[in-house]
């Protein structure tokens, strides 16, 4: 009894799946895809866990771009540098000026952040060793050599009373 239904079962399941395409193939065209390079070694070089939201989308735009895809484009030359701006509403600013091999690889980058949301352990080292102080204004600079340790650090100004200080710190929150 077991064998009979199971029969019947597949039966009609032959049946739904002949009915489906009326015993004819239907081919299906695919569109070409696009691979564009994406500098991975540029990205887990310069970015950190707690790098701010504006920083990480101009990176990710610095790797995503395909120099190959630029009218300029010419395979003769060694390299093209290529500059990245993007400004938000409050003075926040970046600027990152890459250079591309002409195989759209990133070769170098110097990037300049002001204004940036500084990173909790940042805020955290400043506001610990200068308590009563406020940040005043901040500039974040990262610096990347293909092959090479990149180099980040956040510039930032404290005041209170009249005075101020500046200073230098890591994503660590170490003053330097």
Avoid: C
């Avoid at 101009?58 to 484009?73: C, G, H, S």
């Avoid at 300049?112 to 200068?130: D, E, F, Q, W």
């Avoid at 610096?143 to 101020?164: A, E, L, M, P, W």
């Amino acid at each position: 009894m077991k064998k009979f239904v199971l029969g019947l079962f597949l039966l009609g399941l032959t049946n739904l799946v002949h009915s489906q395409n009326n015993g004819t193939a239907t081919n299906i065209i695919l569109e070409p895809v696009t691979i564009k390079p994406l500098n991975l070694s540029y990205l887990k070089e310069v970015q950190h866990e707690d790098t701010p939201e504006l920083v990480k989308n101009l990176e990710n735009e610095a790797a995503r771009y395909d120099i190959t895809e630029d009218p300029i484009f010419d395979r003769e030359f060694e390299a093209y540098e290529v500059i990245f701006e993007t400004k938000k509403d409050g003075g926040t600013t970046g600027l990152i000026t890459a250079t591309y091999d002409s195989e759209g690889k990133i070769l170098s980058s110097i990037e300049h952040y002001k204004n940036v949301l500084l990173p909790k352990t940042v805020r955290t080292a400043i506001l610990n060793k200068y308590p009563g102080w406020s940040i005043y204004k901040d500039v974040y600079l990262v610096t990347y050599r293909n092959n090479s340790n990149s180099k980040k650090v956040f510039k930032v100004q404290v005041r209170k009373d009249g005075q101020r200080k500046n200073l230098k710190l890591d994503y660590d929150g170490n003053i330097q």
